[in-house]
T-cell receptor, first 114, second 115 residues
Framework: AQSVTQLDSQVPVFEEAPVELRCNYS??????LFWYVQYPNQGLQLLLK??????LVKGINGFEAEFNKSQTSFHLRKPSVHISDTAEYFC????????????FGSGTQLTVLP | EAGVAQSPRYKIIEKRQSVAFWCNPI?????LYWYQQILGQGPKLLIQ????????DSQLPKDRFSAERLKGVDSTLKIQPAKLEDSAVYLC?????????????FGEGSRLTVL
């Protein structure tokens, strides 16, 4: 079984500042890692995913994440945020077995301030 | 390409009443998921279908929740009788194949309030 811990439930940041949203996972097997974004009253949208290869993954809207196996982390970063980035961000993990189900963290609310 | 459609978007019922949610996945997607998202928490998987067969329903409270996916396309999630703790957003998602490499596409969700 896997679990995901998102260390910050809320992150306020000023516009054009950099941001990092932290995610740690626990699993006894190899995993795939994902970040999803949820805008108010909308479904979840995939930002980026790590399957294999390069540990630095680039996604949509200028976001990137780095897989660190030794620290079991998959932190999400953006060098300069915009007001439109205000949303809930979810980290998720999937095992590499046949079912490959997603287990989500509890989410981080990113609020970009003017 | 049309996305995952869900209805109704909002539903308010009293405890012990019943409710049903409908989901139409993206055309051609074999795998369909129902997730429950309680306020302040991440989505939790309730049930996963592959075509019209159940892959995993281990976290579905079967004494009150049921789900079906007839003909391997649309799906319905039913709650009967509802409890206060069932208040949540019910998200439907679909993918071309079982999780993992295949991206999950989510609908906008059905928000249930149980009074």
């Amino acid at each position: 079984a896997q679990s995901v811990t998102q260390l910050d439930s809320q992150v306020p940041v000023f516009e054009e500042a950099p941001v990092e949203l932290r995610c740690n996972y626990s699993s006894s097997v190899s995993v795939y890692l994902f970040w999803y974004v949820q805008y108010p009253n909308q479904g979840l949208q995939l930002l980026l995913k790590y399957l294999s290869g390069s540990t630095l993954v680039k996604g949509i809207n200028g976001f990137e994440a780095e897989f660190n196996k030794s620290q079991t982390s998959f932190h999400l970063r953006k060098p300069s945020v915009h007001i439109s980035d205000t949303a809930e961000y979810f980290c998720a993990v999937s095992d590499r077995g046949s079912a490959r189900q997603l287990t989500f963290g509890s989410g981080t609310q990113l609020t970009v301030l003017p | 390409e049309a996305g995952v459609a869900q209805s109704p978007r909002y539903k308010i019922i009293e405890k012990r009443q019943s409710v049903a949610f409908w989901c139409n996945p993206i055309s051609g997607h074999a795998t369909l998921y129902w997730y429950q998202q309680i306020l302040g928490q991440g989505p939790k998987l309730l049930i996963q279908f592959q075509n019209n067969g159940v892959v995993d329903d281990s976290q579905l409270p079967k004494d009150r929740f049921s789900a079906e996916r007839l003909k391997g396309v649309d799906s319905t999630l039913k709650i009967q009788p509802a409890k206060l703790e069932d208040s949540a957003v019910y998200l439907c998602a679909s993918s071309l194949w079982t999780g993992g490499l295949g991206e999950l596409f989510f609908g906008e969700g059905s928000r249930l309030t149980v009074l």
